[in-house]
């Protein structure tokens, strides 16, 4: 059993930059609170306009440095930086469940997934390739090389305060460019304690800074009009994704954008219900419905939906609500009082149009920020929890007739992450990768996520793929030689 407060004492709570911890320009501080309690459980550094700038100067002046170190030395920073990570896993599981509520099981899987990540990079450093070939016309040699886009500046959200840390640092590294950092200012410790542990594996000074600030919006704008600048790569809410994305233009940024999803799960009669039932709650109530990923709109066939809709209520009564520390806490709680206003807000309003309530519906007692598992049916496309992203523990169920139905339901959105279908058509299957408008898809289960896979969306939930063999392209930048052809003149 870790004590907590010694846990949270030797959080570095400075910024980092080039290397050295040190306090903000203005000397403030801001709170971190845990959300389960409502008590503060840190202070730390509030990043002024001065802070971004001297750390995007660290990361500039390490830029060449940094790209001209063996890939494999790259890589065998990272396989530490990975290592000790899994060392210290029970920490960083506790530090997050601490700054973001969920519970400790579900911060060792992020641990492992985050983790996954350093891993994976560190053995795609090594493996960045260029070409070379005859042009068509035969009178020239043409040459292909990647080479590392340079300064990158992270903006990262509070949900998963690791992995959406290491899924831009790590491709980074492997690729050679050195980093800002902005983590979330309700989640700041996890990426903090992470960047330390990469001190620890032997990463140079200034290759990744961080910036902690509650003036995010003004330290990012004088990041993003520096000319030295290469790369701007978000997660967050499509709504401040947008701004920055006018913002980067003004530089020719080049930017990788994790936005906001809609999810449908859909389900159809033909289905294993117990996996859709499984899956379902895997897909709704992993990090307490918190995660771009979360099923947002279950679609499910008329003639099983009251069946499916009574399996699942059935499950969402035996959830636990509390502190994530607690043993047998399945639920924690939300990240913050507007969070909880929000879901109330969306649950209200659905009911109020005429939906039926089956369990939950309502905040928890506190002093956290709960929220009671939920469940609603008749969900219509008119209702506002059909079209926003609910981000909270709430299953909203709409009935379809027939396929068609369920795709243009499916795609009656702005959003396209991900989607979820259970089925045991394979052909309706094969045809459903077609025909639904998301960047990925999980096809009869209820969690997608690996490093070894292009994360992203479609629409407005982004631009570019984090993980997979495309996350190292997102951070090199393509150089094009042409030669004449070496035996003319022989
Ligand atoms: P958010 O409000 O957009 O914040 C995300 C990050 O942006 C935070 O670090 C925040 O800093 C910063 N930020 C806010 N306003 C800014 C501005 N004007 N200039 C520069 N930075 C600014 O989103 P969130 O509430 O943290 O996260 C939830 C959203 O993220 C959801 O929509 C979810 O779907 C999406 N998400 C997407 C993915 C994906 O991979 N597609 C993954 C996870 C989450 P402060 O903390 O200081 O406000």
């Not at 920055?244 to 294993?272: C, I, Q, W, Y």
Request: hydrophobic residues 45%; glycine residues 10%.
């Amino acid at each position: 059993m870790i004590d907590e407060a010694a846990l949270l004492a030797g959080i570095p709570q400075q910024l980092l930059i080039g290397g050295r911890w040190v306090d903000s320009a203005s000397g403030s501080t801001f709170d971190v609170t845990d959300p389960s309690t409502g008590a503060v459980i840190a202070r730390v550094a509030d990043g002024a306009v001065a802070d971004g700038v001297r750390a995007l100067d660290a990361a500039a002046g390490a830029q060449d440095a940094w790209a001209a170190t063996p890939p494999r030395q790259r890589a065998e920073t990272l396989r530490r930086a990975f290592e000790l990570v899994q060392q210290h896993a029970d920490d960083l599981a506790l530090l997050m469940t601490l700054e973001m509520g969920k519970p400790l099981a579900e911060s060792r899987a992020e641990v492992a997934y985050g983790g996954e990540f350093l891993r994976w990079f560190s053995e795609e450093a090594v493996r960045v390739h260029g070409r070379y070939g005859t042009n068509p016309e035969g009178t020239g040699r043409m040459t292909v090389a990647q080479r590392p886009v340079g300064p990158c500046f992270f903006i990262t959200p509070w949900n998963f305060p690791l992995a959406m840390a290491t899924r831009k640092i790590a491709p980074a590294l492997a690729a050679g460019c050195t980093v800002v950092v902005k983590p979330a200012g309700l989640t700041p410790l996890t990426t903090l304690f992470f960047a330390r542990l990469l001190g620890e594996a032997g990463l140079p000074d200034g290759v990744l800074n961080v910036v902690t600030t509650r003036a995010s919006g003004d330290v990012s704008d004088a990041i993003l009009a520096d000319p030295r600048l290469r790369k701007l790569s978000f997660t967050g809410s499509t709504e401040v994704g947008v701004g920055l994305l006018k913002k980067a233009a003004d530089n020719v940024l080049r930017t990788s954008m994790e936005l906001g999803g809609n999810a449908p799960f859909l389900v159809f009669a033909d289905a294993d219900l117990d996996k859709a039932v499984d899956g379902a709650m895997l897909a709704k109530f992993r990090n307490i419905g918190e995660a771009c990923t979360a099923a947002n709109r279950f679609l499910v066939q008329a003639s099983v939906a009251d069946e499916f809709a009574a399996r699942i209520t059935e499950r969402v009564r035996a959830l636990r609500v509390g502190r994530g520390t607690e043993d047998g806490v399945t639920i924690g709680p939300l990240i913050e009082a507007k969070a909880v206003e929000k879901v109330q807000g969306l649950v209200e309003d659905a009911v109020a149009a005429g939906a039926a309530l089956l369990a939950g519906g309502h905040a928890a007692d506190g002093p956290g920020t709960f929220f009671e598992p939920t469940v609603l049916t008749g969900i219509r496309p008119d209702m506002r929890i059909f079209a926003e992203e609910i981000f909270g523990p709430v299953v909203a169920i709409t009935t379809f007739d027939d396929e068609a139905e369920a795709v243009a339901l499916a795609n009656a959105t702005p959003f396209g992450l991900v989607s979820y279908a259970f089925t045991r058509d394979a052909a309706r299957g094969r045809r459903l990768i077609e025909t639904l408008e998301t960047g990925m898809l999980g096809l009869n289960v209820g969690v997608v996520s690996n490093a070894a896979a292009p994360f992203g969306g479609v629409k407005h939930s982004g631009l570019g793929r984090e993980g997979g063999f495309e996350g190292i392209h997102e951070y090199l930048e393509t150089t094009y030689v042409l030669t004449p052809d070496p035996f003319a003149d022989v």
